[in-house]
């Protein structure tokens, strides 16, 4: 059974940093596109962060370049985003995705993705 396990988000101040970890199991995601993304209350889900096979150029949300860098262990089937300078405006459930493609490719629309997590609360107080 192939799993997405999300841990690391709780409650932190504006400013304050976090770093969410993906945890895969069941498959190797190793040629598999990560992404992140996350849904705040009363929004649609929207793109965050994503990695390619190679861990090479990754993609990013505008509003949190410079503040939020994405990474994967392939030893360890993880991947991870750190998060910096917190705002409360980042308050949201954070989700894992994976998707297949060739390699190199980046997906930013949650459609591409069909392996999920459950999700992890962030939660940054002003």
């Known amino acids: 059974q192939v799993q997405l396990v999300e841990s690391g988000g709780g409650l932190v101040q504006a400013g304050g940093s976090l770093r969410l970890s993906c945890a895969a199991s069941?498959?190797?995601?190793?040629?598999?596109?990560m992404g992140w993304f996350r849904q705040a209350p009363g929004k649609e889900r929207e793109f965050v962060a994503a990695i390619s096979w190679s861990g090479n150029s990754p993609a990013y949300l505008d509003s949190v370049k410079g503040r939020f860098t994405i990474s994967r262990d392939k030893a360890k089937n993880t991947v991870y985003l750190q998060m910096n300078s917190l705002k409360p405006e980042d308050t949201a459930v954070y989700y894992c995705a994976a998707a297949a493609g060739p390699w190199g490719d980046i997906y930013y629309s949650s459609n591409k993705y069909a392996y999920w997590g459950q999700g992890t609360q962030v939660t940054v107080s002003s």
């Open positions: 069941g498959r190797t995601f190793n040629n598999y596109v």
